[in-house]
């Protein structure tokens, strides 16, 4: 760590150095207000909130439940930002062609994954209808590119 340090070169320091560390620790500094604001918005709203979306409870049980609701939103949230951010800078670095056949297979990852994780049957109608969305999605791509 002390190879790190601010090293006075000569008889001053280098400001270019103090500079991107006091910036780093700034934005680490924001990033935590941020963590920390969710927490903080929650417990206030949170007594709010309880009796308004669970009014026929235990109090407590009425604070268990928002706590769900809260974290249940909270992650939905943050992974749908997450994943759309990942996306976008994805994009930036394939053609239209690749990414248009991504997209294409997202609806049969999602069937296969709601199958894997929670069992669920597709009838034959309808696994016929996914069928041909994604062939008729398959053509029209791969004969433009």
Not at 6 to 17: K, R, Y
Not at 88 to 100: G, I, M, S
Not at 117 to 139: F, H, N, Y
């Amino acid at each position: 760590m002390t190879d790190q340090a601010i090293q006075p070169t000569g008889d001053h320091l280098d400001i270019a150095d103090v500079e991107r560390r006091i910036k780093a620790i700034f934005i680490g500094s924001i990033g935590n207000l941020v963590e920390w604001y969710d927490f903080y918005a929650y417990t206030a709203f949170a007594l709010y909130f309880a009796p308004a979306f669970f009014p026929n409870s235990d109090p407590v049980v009425q604070q268990l439940n928002v706590a769900v609701l809260f974290a249940a939103t909270f992650t939905a949230v943050l992974a749908t930002a997450l994943a759309f951010g990942v996306q976008t800078v994805a994009q930036r670095f394939t053609h239209a062609t690749h990414t248009a056949l991504i997209f294409a297979a997202e609806p049969v990852f999602a069937g296969l994954f709601s199958f894997l994780l929670i069992g669920e049957l597709l009838s034959p109608r309808q696994l016929a209808g996914c069928g041909l969305i994604l062939a008729g999605m398959l053509v029209s791509e791969l004969r433009r590119g």
